[in-house]
Nanobody, 120 residues
Framework: VQLVESGGGLAQPGGSLRLSCAAS????????MSWARQAPGEGLEWVAG????????RYADSVKGRFTISRDNTNDTVYLQMNTLKPEDTALYYC??????????????WGQGTQVTVSS
């Protein structure tokens, strides 16, 4: 299993970024996927998840209404569209493979992370 995140960078407060996670080494369409983040000095925070077929999503309260998770099962990629960014969104963002087709938050593989910094 390999998960490779991209799309991180520097954004201004109120701005947007779109993260991508390219997956390989497993049947992508059979597993739920999630994004999680870790801010400096903080623990890991689950951010958003999407069912294997893409029909259902879940979000942490901290990002609900601002972030959107989606997936492309043809190209084995999961996305995180982040709008109205805040400085507190600054973190290392990870893509994670769930152990089930539904969002169980039992993860068995992680990417290396992509840094998101929100600052003026």
């Amino acid at each position: 299993v390999q998960l490779v995140e991209s799309g991180g960078g520097l954004a201004q407060p109120g701005g947007s970024l779109r993260l991508s996670c390219a997956a390989s080494g497993f049947i992508f369409s059979s597993y739920a996927m999630s994004w999680a983040r870790q801010a400096p000095g903080e623990g890991l925070e689950w951010v958003a998840g999407i069912y294997s077929a893409g029909g259902e999503t879940r979000y942490a309260d901290s990002v609900k209404g601002r972030f959107t998770i989606s997936r492309d099962n043809t190209n084995d990629t999961v996305y995180l569209q982040m709008n109205t960014l805040k400085p507190e969104d600054t973190a290392l963002y990870y893509c994670a493979k769930d152990s089930h087709f539904y969002i169980s938050r039992s993860f068995d593989s992680w990417g290396q992370g992509t840094q998101v910094t929100v600052s003026s």
